[in-house]
């Protein structure tokens, strides 16, 4: 994988007298692709027919095909949105000629799930429909989205559709925000928020008249969970519907695991896409793309970019670069140019910046997105001719051995591919740039991303389902169920933190850190800054944890924004330092102009701010009282380490560490506040592991061993004191005398309860 990206930026230079007579090449040759990159042409038009239903029921990735699909070339309107009502804008998309058929057979039905190509309408029509045609009389329809920014975005634009204010008669819930009201009768939300919902109402989600499972077939961790949920939810409320979308693959999955559903088929209405492949593997995708990108604006007709990257630090530097090179452009041509619009997205992007994608350019101008995955399926925006897919996507996976989640670059399934490139087809024929060779694409990549519950840590869930008193997490009505090893390492995990017993029900802990939205180490921090007695301290760091960094770098003023992030340092801890920087901000009255002078992001502080108020209801709610250690930080790097001793490491160089328990080698970032101590600690604890150049530890807190040895006992021992080995083994006889307990209690009562059944 090539992961080139900053040296791109500082290659730019060089490489402009290059560019410059090469683009003059391309355009004498009048040839745009082929000639940057060795690419083949390849035309694709295979027929709609030809997407074959495999064997097992699945659709047959010959996605080429849906493309040719419904060819109206003269439908193909790229002023479409400017020149019709909104009203009128409905009324054109494909699911309005199907709107009757289909609420019939909803009618019918308990569960349907509905396919058809992005675009069609599903998101912003189908709650609208359910709304008309009497659903919200007595209940609300829900509808639940793979991503907060979809959330967002669609119930923006519903409540447009519906004349209502945000948050009225529309509005939407993620984790931390919820912005509906008494009048809110189509409800967005992620999965994340239903599944916590189900877990507070005992009343079988009883507000939901219907839930509309968007995006299905991404299969996130949480969208695998709530369809075993629902399934029960349809099978006890016979009052209750259930929607089922997905853009492409998985219907008839969805159908069979819901017994034999009707599959509701929207009419397509997409245009060809030409797809052009690489002809060797590429080097540097980000440059490939950026070029690719340029040469596009350069020389072909109107129409707006997609590229496809996979994460915020490429699709940044690859906006960089776009600009420089535009700025280039300008200066050597003498005729007046068309503007370049270049618009990031990634979920992480501050929620302004990303509306600013369906803004329309000015006259003349063209767009250019460059987005995470963000831009496959959940966000739709009009006008895309032109997409360029580098053919990698971020994806979080779960090594059970190790523990541990990490977020890694990957190539795409065949599935996304499709989606990516059918992203040019929708306002016209379009043409799709794959930064990789066909044979990539027919024998490297997998036919269908592997779903998030087999990939990753199932800690949240396992707490999620415990709670919901499914004792037994192997017999779950999961889909696909996930492997058992990564069930029993969370389990194993959760047993660690102490969320749950030798016998694997949750403890009073474990019945407490369910509360929290958090993953179960904050939760597990927060309660024992209450149990240590610095609540406030650690509610200040869990927050600040779960906004991105708060650290404001612009490469242009890289210096003086590293010299105001050090005044903020805490020697022993960056968590500490990230308590100190809400402290003084907090002291200047939460002022942004202060933020700015000391290049923090104000939105992210604000946003920390938020989760700490609705973290301090929670705890409200519990009747737990907020306490305070100051000014002794020192218990709370115990707390922190409480929470956390499954990450400690050692020191073994300048910098340099080995995690603990595993061996795998992790470095302090350059930027941790560890660096000021001097010399650096022989015991950290930290965040998360980030694998960029190399492992860093995200957010690291210098510890005591002891500390580790009494906190982590299950972990770790001082070993070179009699004393403390005694202890040991004596502490080793206790848990095995309570484990015998719990058994015994255990047999007991299931003794007890088969004796009254
Ligand atoms: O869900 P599906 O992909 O089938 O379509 P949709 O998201 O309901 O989008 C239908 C149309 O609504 C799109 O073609 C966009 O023009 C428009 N839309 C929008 O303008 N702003 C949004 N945030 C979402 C959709
Ligand atoms: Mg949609």
């Known amino acids: 994988i090539s992961r080139k990206g900053s040296a791109l930026v500082r290659e730019i230079h060089q490489k402009q007298s290059m560019n410059k007579s090469r683009r003059r090449f391309w355009e004498l040759a009048g040839s745009k692709f082929g000639d940057i990159l060795g690419v083949e042409k390849k035309a694709e038009q295979i027929d709609a027919d030809t997407a074959l239903v ?11 095909a849906k493309f040719a699909r419904h060819l109206k070339k003269d439908e193909a309107v790229s002023d479409f ?16 000629s199907v709107r009757d058929e289909l609420l019939q057979v909803i009618r019918e039905n308990q569960v349907v799930v509905v396919v058809g190509e992005t675009g069609s309408g599903k998101t912003t029509q189908l709650t609208q429909y359910l709304h008309e045609d009497g659903y919200t009389v007595n209940g609300i329809v829900g509808c639940t989205q793979p991503r907060r920014v979809a959330a967002m975005s669609v119930a923006k634009r519903v409540s447009e559709e519906m004349e209502s204010e945000l948050g009225d008669k529309v509005g939407y819930a993620i984790r931390f925000e919820d912005v509906t009201g008494p009048h809110t ?3 967005y939300m992620t999965y994340g928020v239903l599944l916590r919902e189900t877990l507070k109402d005992d009343d079988d989600l009883d507000k939901y008249r219907v839930i509309v499972m968007d995006e299905a077939h991404e299969r996130s961790l949480n969208t695998d969970v709530l369809l075993g949920i629902l399934k029960k939810v349809v099978a006890r409320r016979h009052d209750f519907k259930l929607i089922v979308t997905s853009a492409t693959l998985n219907a008839q999955k969805f159908s069979n695991f819901f017994g034999s559903a009707p599959i509701f088929h929207i009419p397509g209405r997409t245009f060809p896409v030409n797809i052009l492949y690489s002809k060797t593997p590429c080097e540097d995708y980000v440059e490939a793309a950026v070029k690719q990108a340029m040469s596009i604006h350069i020389s072909s007709p109107p129409g707006d970019i997609l590229i496809f990257m996979t994460g915020q630090d490429e699709i940044e530097v690859a906006c960089d670069a776009l600009a420089e090179r535009m700025e280039q452009h300008i200066s050597s041509t003498a005729k007046g140019f068309n503007k370049l619009l270049i618009l990031p997205i990634y979920s992480q992007l501050p929620a302004d910046l990303q509306t600013k994608i369906f803004q329309k350019a000015e006259e003349g101008a063209r767009k250019c997105i460059v987005a995470t995955n963000i831009a496959e399926t959940s966000l739709t925006v009009d006008g895309i001719f032109y997409v360029i897919d580098t053919g990698y996507g971020k994806m979080k996976v779960y090594n059970p ?17 499709d989606q990516r490139a059918g992203r040019a087809g929708r306002t016209g024929p379009g043409t799709c740039y794959r930064l990789y060779t066909e044979s990539a694409y027919l024998n490297e990549m997998l036919p269908s ?41 969370s389990m194993y995990q959760l047993w660690v933190l102490g969320a749950l017993n030798n016998v694997g029900s949750l403890t009073e802990l474990g019945l407490k850190m369910v509360e929290f939205p958090l993953d179960p180490p904050l939760a597990k921090m927060l309660l024992m800054g209450e149990q240590l007695g610095c609540l406030d301290e650690v509610l200040t760091i869990v927050s600040m944890l779960s906004v991105p960094s708060v650290f404001f770098r612009p490469k242009d003023r890289a210096e003086e924004s590293d010299a105001a992030r050090e005044k903020f340092l805490m020697p022993e801890s960056d968590h500490l330092t990230l308590y100190n920087i809400y402290q003084q901000w907090k002291c200047k009255q939460y002022r942004g102009d202060w933020c700015n002078d000391h290049f923090l992001h104000v939105k992210l502080l604000k946003k920390a701010r938020d989760v700490r108020s609705q973290l301090l209801d929670i705890l409200k709610t519990l009747k737990i009282p907020l306490t305070t250690s100051w000014p002794d930080l020192d218990i709370v790097r115990k707390a922190i380490c409480s929470a956390y001793f499954h990450n400690a490491s050692r020191l073994k160089g300048v910098g340099e560490y080995v995690n603990c328990r595993i061996g795998m080698p992790c470095h302090l970032h350059p930027s941790s506040a560890l660096f000021g101590m001097g010399h650096t600690p022989e015991y950290v604890v930290y965040h998360e592991l980030v694998l960029t150049t190399k492992e860093y530890m995200q957010c690291a807190t210098a510890v005591e061993p002891q500390w580790l040895a009494k906190l982590g006992p299950m972990f770790f021992s001082v070993k070179d004191s009699d004393t403390s080995l005694l202890e040991h083994k004596k502490r080793q006889k206790e848990e095995k005398t309570a484990m015998e307990v719990e058994m015994e209690n255990l047999r007991k009562l299931q003794a007890e309860t088969e004796v009254k059944s």
């Open 54 to 64: 495999g064997e097992d029921g699945e659709v047959d990735f010959k996605e080429e």
């Open 81 to 96: 949105a400017k020149s019709k009502t909104i009203a009128q804008q409905r009324q054109y998309l494909p699911i309005f």
């Open 185 to 187: 009768v189509i409800k």
């Open 401 to 417: 051995k190790m523990g541990m989640d990490a977020l890694q670059v990957f190539p795409v399934s065949r599935a996304a591919a």
């Open 449 to 489: 991303p592997i779903p998030e519950i087999q990939r990753t840590n199932l800690g949240n869930v396992v707490l999620l389902l415990k709670s919901l008193k499914v004792e037994n997490l192997l017999d779950f009505d999961f889909m696909d169920p996930p492997p058992q090893d990564n069930i029993l390492n």
